[in-house]
């Protein structure tokens, strides 16, 4: 059920950005009104996130992943009305995004804390969930494509919404094992709230590698991804059509099958070193479309850049999967990809005045090089580099926190 729900929402995801584009360009906006509607949804899920954290610690993550879901699809159902009847207003847009990351906050916590309750081979999950988010990346964008020249974005808004359903469905379904029993007395109140916030950021604090990998993320938000998206997006459809960036997305899918295919066989000792590797072949996606390619070149790069990101995302999420006690999970995850995260809304928003002030080819072009450079400053921290794989205790039993675990 749980693998079901992440393929579904990860389908719907990846329609989302062709309908953003196809349907803000179709209405008069140009990329700057694509990477501000982006950008609502992404500030909103990296502020909030941490305190989604606390919450998951407190509550039934799976009763708050219901929950997130009914209210997506409740936002995407109202997007879809909006785009069908022509009234497309900016602000509003990015009220619903706002919404939607709220949402997303809530949810993502729960993500990290519920793979290991359900799988011993913390790692085989990971790479199982991987590959099927990933083969929903590769139909997503496609169908998306699809969708816009039969039904127009509205329609596609309309199947976001149904996938946000049958995710809630398949996690009402779901039956989890009982968590792990907390490590000391729960605590109640807006001062225990505030602890809990200061416990998962102690926690995170003290681990080297993680918050090296989160400093050098950000860069990589700001930089590399946060502009990459609403810029290759308005580039491809710009000049190649809907249908064009739907193949290069479905690529970029492929790829990162191919990555989890990969994850799932190879069994590093040091994870986050082979994890770094791999994505020196994420300078290929923005390269190609900055260099204006033709299609099957920019195809090439997405799967290329699609395989070094998915292997990189199965080796992160396991190491923070099991180098972390069960009790904090959520919050250390929360503290993740808040961090992860924070500099995305960030590049973003920048990506139109920059494209504006240099050209989007430049743009891309640049993020290029500095992807590059985020391989570099990965493996250049010995935290990171070496840190050993750890194997987690079997389903049921209590896990021990690894040896060492607050020095990383």
């Known amino acids: 059920m749980f693998f079901v729900a992440r393929a579904v929402a990860r389908l719907g995801d990846t329609m989302l950005p062709v309908a953003l584009a196809a349907g803000m360009l179709q209405h008069g906006y140009g990329a700057g009104a694509v990477g501000l509607a982006m950008a609502a949804t992404a500030a909103a899920f990296a502020g909030l996130v941490v ?31 909006l785009f069908c009847a022509g009234h497309v207003v900016l602000w509003e847009i990015c009220v619903i995004g706002v919404v939607n990351g709220t949402a997303g906050a809530v949810f993502q916590p729960g993500v990290a804390s519920t793979v290991p309750r359900l799988a011993a081979d913390v790692q085989g999950a990971n790479g199982a969930i991987r590959i099927a988010e990933s083969a929903a990346q590769l139909a997503g964008p496609a169908l998306a494509g699809v969708l816009v020249g039969l039904a127009a974005p509205g329609g596609v808004f309309a199947a976001h919404a149904a996938t946000y359903g049958i995710s809630a469905l398949c996690l009402l379904l ?3 094992p009982p968590p792990a029993p907390a490590t000391g007395p729960p605590r109640h109140g807006t001062g225990a709230f505030r602890a809990d916030l200061a416990e998962g950021w102690h ?31 308005t580039e491809v459809v710009q000049r190649h059509g809907a249908g064009a960036y739907g193949l290069v997305n479905s690529a970029l899918g492929a790829g990162t099958v191919v990555g989890g295919l990969v994850a799932l066989r190879l069994r590093p000792r040091r994870m986050l070193r082979a994890g770094a590797i791999a994505l020196t072949g994420f300078p290929a996606f ?43 999970l959520n919050r250390i995850h929360a503290y993740d990809v808040a ?30 090089g500095v992807s590059v450079v985020v391989a570099a400053a990965l493996l250049s921290v ?27």
């Open 51 to 81: 305190f989604g954290g606390v919450i998951a610690d407190r509550f039934s993550t799976r009763r708050l992943m219901i929950g997130a879901d009914l209210v997506r699809l409740v936002t995407q159902a109202l997007t879809a009305v």
């Open 339 to 368: 961090g992860s995260l924070a500099m995305m809304p960030v590049g973003q928003a920048l990506a139109g005045p920059a494209a504006s002030a240099l050209g989007a080819h430049r743009v891309l072009l640049v993020s290029s």
């Open 203 to 233: 926690e995170f604090r003290s681990r080297t590698w993680m918050w090296a990998v989160i400093a050098v993320w950000c860069l990589y938000m700001v930089a590399v991804w946060g502009p990459s998206v609403p810029l290759v997006a």
């Open 174 to 176: 779901l039956r989890l």
């Open 286 to 328: 923005p390269a190609t479309v900055g260099l204006g390619l033709d299609v099957p070149a920019m195809a090439a790069g997405a799967a290329v850049a699609g395989a070094g990101m998915s292997f990189w995302g199965v080796m992160w999420a396991t190491s923070v999967q099991t180098q972390v006690a069960p009790d904090v």
């Open 382 to 408: 010995r935290a990171v580099r070496d840190l050993v794989r750890v194997d987690p205790a079997p389903v049921g039993a209590v896990p021990r926190e690894p040896a060492g675990r607050a020095r990383g």
